[in-house]
Structures are given as structure tokens and as C-alpha cells.
């Protein structure tokens, strides 16, 4: 099979899992019964994907896969981490709280085997961490970097990836998106300090 049509076919197995995912949860969700919804045979998913954890984390990674592409492409167009991240964090936003990833997160918390999520955790979250973590290393004064991740990432996200799944919010229009990174950005700039020359020019004007 051509890679063109092979990248298609592992979409089409992976969306007919998700649904399968919201509809019966992670446990009664099978590699059997995926092969089935899709018409493909189990050699082929075992083959792709080794076990069901593996088609789980696919589905997982291809949304990671999009950041971290995203955020290396930020790295290397904007010579100033701030600006990287300035890029970065409205796409952080918009896919954590898209409609796919809301569905594995509710999947994950009704799940009591836990593995679901600790699949998320380890191939999302331990993905791109250590890359904004590098980020903040180049971009801040500060002995732990990887604090500075973490205090990032909750004023980048807060609570909205809880409100999504308890269904409490829309997904954010892009407007919202870019405020949130925005301010999420000052006020981190706020709390440690950054070499001036670092600082995108509408970030910068809030210290003047």
C-alpha cells in the first residue's frame, strides 16, 4: 500500500476507534470491533499498531506530532524564544481543546483501568514539555526551566480543558485563543524576568 493511502486508511481506522471510544468507552472499545466498523482485517491493526494501547497512543501522537512540528517551526522562524512562544501557544490551546481530544480526555476519566490516560500523559503532556521546557531555558533567568513549564501551562490552560470535558464551554474562537496566549505570555513575563530584546513588541509595551 502507497504511503498517501496508507496515511488515509490509519485516519479512517483511527476516527472510526474514536467514535467507538465515545460510544462504548475505553474497555468494550476492541481491536475487533474496530476492524470490523472500518473493514479491515485485525492482521492489519495488530500490524499497524501492535495492540489496542498502540492504536490509542497513534491517535495521540498524531495530535502531539502537529505541536511539536508546530513548535520546532516556531523555533526556528522566530530567532527569540518569546516570539516562539507567543506562535505556539494559541495552537496549544486550540488542540487541547478541540473536539477529539475532549472525547479521549472524557474516555481517559471513565476509564478505571487507567490506562487510557496514562497513555495521554506520557504521549502528550511528556512529549512537549521538555521542548517548551528547552524554550524557557533559552528565553528566562531562572534555575528550573521546567517550573517555569509548568506555571505556563496553567495560565495558558487553566481550567479549560476541564470545562470542555464536563461540557461546560464551547471550544474557544480564535479570538479567545489569542487573548488567552497573549495574557497567559505577559504575565509569565511578569513573574520572570527576560532579557528585554526577547520581548515581542505588543508584550513589551505592557512594562513600559
Known amino acids: 500500500m502507497r504511503q498517501e493511502a496508507q496515511k488515509a486508511r490509519r485516519k479512517e481506522i483511527e476516527q472510526a476507534a474514536l467514535a467507538l471510544l465515545v460510544q462504548h468507552g475505553y474497555a468494550a472499545t476492541t481491536m475487533a470491533s474496530v476492524a470490523k ?19 490509542f497512543r497513534a491517535m495521540v501522537q ?40 475532549v472525547a479521549l480526555n472524557r474516555a481517559a476519566a471513565a ?59 464551547p471550544p474557544p474562537d480564535a479570538t479567545e485563543i489569542r487573548q488567552r496566549s497573549d495574557r497567559a505570555l505577559e504575565l509569565l513575563c511578569r513573574l520572570f524576568p527576560a532579557c528585554p530584546s526577547k520581548l515581542p513588541s505588543e508584550i513589551s509595551v505592557a512594562f513600559a
Do not use: C, H
Not at 466498523?37 to 492504536?55: C, Q, R
Not at 495530535?63 to 518569546?82: K, Q, V, Y
Not at 524557557?136 to 470542555?164: C, K
Open 37 to 55: 466498523a472500518v473493514g479491515a482485517s485485525l492482521e492489519t491493526l495488530y500490524k499497524w499498531y501492535g495492540d489496542k494501547p498502540g492504536l
Open 62 to 101: 498524531a495530535n502531539i506530532e502537529e505541536l511539536r512540528d508546530g513548535l520546532l517551526m516556531s523555533a526556528a522562524t522566530f530567532r527569540d524564544p518569546i516570539a516562539a512562544l507567543q506562535e505556539f501557544g494559541p495552537r496549544l490551546i486550540a488542540v487541547l481543546t478541540s473536539e477529539e481530544v
Open 111 to 169: 476509564d478505571p483501568s487507567g490506562d487510557l490516560g496514562r497513555i495521554i500523559a506520557e504521549t502528550g503532556r511528556g512529549s512537549i514539555a521538555p521542548q517548551l521546557t528547552g524554550l524557557f531555558d533559552r528565553a528566562m533567568e531562572s534555575d528550573d526551566p521546567a517550573q517555569i513549564t509548568e506555571i505556563y501551562l496553567g495560565l495558558l490552560l487553566g481550567d479549560l480543558q476541564i470545562r470542555r470535558v464536563i461540557g461546560r464551554m
